[in-house]
């Protein structure tokens, strides 16, 4: 009898190990807040009081997979639409004195698939949008303003977010601000300073935990 108790909770283990297995893998995802120096940036910062004006959504922790809505000609504020942005080129590279604050998320794998699909819709169709400056606006006067194929970066954030089932923000994505993005207490903050010094401050973490030789 002892004998087949021992048997069945080799199995029972066994069970439960491959069910473990089998549970969806972590993935991560990254968040960043930065303040630029372009006037249209300061002027948001001088209205809100708030450290940041603009978010991106980023699939690696180098931030080298990074997108948003932003200007599309870094001297054109009026120019603006879907961006894949680059923190060494465009409005980042001209603004070494950029500073940011870097977030981490743990999603499941089927999130993380579907953010990237929600992605390369906006990828496929990146003629079609452009900035959703009215939604600004509503943002002021707390009114959801949304426009189709309309975003302005925080609202495009929270949208794709949502639509890959990662609900952060009690309220419509045409009111998240980069301050409900900065309290939500979902989000781990991996990184503050300036984001010229981003790779380095990087490359010394992974050096100190023998990640690179």
């Known amino acids: 009898m002892a004998s087949k108790s021992r048997k069945n909770h080799y199995f029972k283990n066994r069970a439960n190990s491959k069910e473990k297995e089998q549970l969806p893998e972590d993935r991560e995802i990254y968040i960043m807040l930065s303040q630029t ?41 009026f120019i603006t639409g879907f961006v ?33 699909s929600e992605v390369e819709v906006f990828k496929r169709n990146r003629d079609k949008y452009s900035y959703n400056f009215l939604g600004i606006v509503g943002v002021m006067i707390h009114k959801p303003i949304n426009s189709k194929n309309r975003y302005f970066c925080s609202q495009f954030v929270a949208h794709i977010l949502e639509k890959s089932g990662i609900k952060l923000f009690n309220k419509s994505s045409a009111l998240v601000r980069p301050f409900d993005i900065r309290i939500c207490p979902k989000l781990k903050k991996i990184y503050q300073g300036k984001l010229v010094d981003y790779r380095d401050y990087r490359n010394l973490i992974l050096n100190n935990q023998g990640v690179l030789s």
């Open 37 to 77: 120096r372009t006037y249209f940036a300061r002027l948001i910062k001088l209205y809100t009081k708030e450290p940041y004006a603009h978010a991106s959504i980023a699939f690696d922790e180098d931030l080298e997979e990074m997108y948003s809505f932003a200007r599309l000609r870094p001297k054109n504020p």
């Open 84 to 116: 894949e942005e680059d923190i060494n080129s465009g409005v980042f590279g001209a603004c070494t004195e950029t500073t940011c604050c870097v977030y981490s998320l743990k999603v499941t794998q089927e999130q993380y698939d579907r953010l990237k």
